[in-house]
């Protein structure tokens, strides 16, 4: 038998690597079979492939593989450094699950088994081929790690902050909403948190010496003392009494609960250290820094998710006005980018139907569509022409106005990204280019 392709599917788990091969018509050379998800494993997968490959004089493989969570990853990374596979005209197809589950429904009900899902994800790449090959991109993987474990932190203590803030209701409801301190975590405030009964110390007779000297040992002084003391008062008069074992508990929780929050800042400083040493090592970033608001955080987070633009520009698209296939430009990458990351509103039309409604996607890399909704708030900020535009957008509408007018800024704002990246020159404001 001679087949001048070989598509290999191959569904990830924790301990098995599902495989299937079939050949360029989908018809099965080896319809299933499970193999570790371990380096033994992979030489047995590699040994299949070759002899697969020797029998039926294949001319191309393609490998593809489903990306749940991480367990794809080392696998993936070994194809990519085999250098007897790669010599094979190995192409490598990671697919985002949703795809994966939009392709099964197109086809008839079937049992949900590891070989049938073997079967779907080598078949949507055979039938669907992806717009671009799986490169691992070791250039700005490291970065990508330490970014993503910065988003991870930050969820977590907002977590937390939002669960201690139940809790601190609780025990004092009058301190959670009047908020006597701007930051309810900074180092004044949480002396309070820590021991609430300071509050009576306080707001007694030499209130205001009492506030003083709690001040003396804290870096970030109060610029109006009074005002602070009147909230507090104001707090000790409208709070509900707590019983004294309930309050006790509720204090213990408060301070555990207090004790991790702190420990998350300090991971998140720490990170933040060691982005700033891994950021130095990519020109790029320094590029988008240059960016008026967008900081080190943002910009390494936006580059890192990107990548190397060039895998964007790969290939041909079809031109719909031209009607004939062209190379792939910066505007087309901007697009791919924005797909990637979520950031589009897909039409729904039917005949003469056309829905007035466009709902934003919000599937694909959410660590790139946070990066970009954050930095956005930043340009919004600081950049005159992005400030007019959230401006405009905002002005739009009567629901959701921020929400919306800033995800539309973050849209637009990848078109500077992608440009930043491709020129490799600093940021030139509209302003400055009249």
Request: aromatic share 10%; glycine share 6%.
């Amino acid at each position: 038998m001679q087949t001048k392709e070989i598509n290999i599917g191959i569904d990830f788990s924790k301990k098995r690597a599902d495989i299937g091969l079939f050949d360029e018509e989908g018809k099965p050379l080896i319809s299933h079979r499970p193999l570790g998800n371990t380096y033994t494993g992979y030489k047995e997968f590699k040994k299949l492939v070759m002899e697969t490959a020797r029998q039926t004089r294949a001319e191309q493989i393609n490998i593809s593989g489903e990306a749940t969570s991480l367990y794809w990853m080392p696998f993936f990374l070994e194809i990519a450094r085999d250098k007897e596979l790669q010599a094979m005209n190995t192409k490598q197809y990671l697919l985002n699950p949703r795809l994966v589950k939009w392709f099964k429904k197109s086809l008839p009900p079937d049992h949900k088994t590891d070989a049938k899902d073997a079967q779907i994800i080598a078949e949507r790449t055979r039938v669907l081929r992806p717009a671009y090959t799986w490169q691992p991109d070791h250039e700005w993987l490291r970065l990508r790690s330490y970014t993503r474990l910065r988003f991870h932190l930050v969820q977590d203590l907002t977590r937390e902050k939002n669960y201690f803030q139940a809790y601190l209701f609780a025990l004092n409801n009058a301190y959670a909403q009047f908020r006597p301190f701007s930051d309810m975590f900074g180092a004044s405030s949480s002396r309070f948190l820590k021991q609430m009964g300071l509050l009576d110390e306080i707001t007694g007779v030499d209130s205001l010496e009492a506030l003083q000297e709690l001040q003396k040992n804290s870096k970030a002084k109060l610029p109006d003392p009074l005002q602070n003391l009147r909230t507090l008062h104001k707090i000790t008069a409208e709070r509900f009494v707590i019983d004294g074992d309930f309050a006790d508990a509720l204090q213990e929780v408060l301070n555990l609960v207090l004790a991790h929050i702190e420990f998350i800042a300090g991971q998140i400083k720490q990170i933040n250290g060691i982005i700033k040493t891994e950021a130095e090592k990519h020109p790029e970033i320094a590029v988008m820094r240059t960016v008026p608001g967008i900081g080190l955080v943002f910009s390494s987070g936006i580059s890192s998710e990107i990548g190397n633009l060039d895998r964007y520009l790969q290939g041909e698209k079809w031109d719909r006005k031209r009607e004939c296939y062209r190379h792939k430009n910066l505007r087309d990458a901007e697009n791919s980018i924005a797909k990637i990351s979520g950031m589009w509103w897909p039409r729904v039309a039917s005949g003469n139907f056309e829905a007035e409604d466009r709902n934003l996607s919000k599937s694909g890399n959410r660590y790139l569509r946070y990066y970009l909704i954050e930095a956005a708030d930043r340009l919004r900020q600081h950049v005159p022409a992005y400030t007019a535009y959230y401006q405009k957008k905002y002005a739009e509408v009567n629901r959701h106005r921020h929400k919306r007018a800033l995800v539309l800024t973050a849209r637009k704002s990848i078109g500077l990204y992608v440009g930043l990246l491709h020129r490799k020159e600093a940021f030139r404001s509209e302003e400055n280019l009249n």
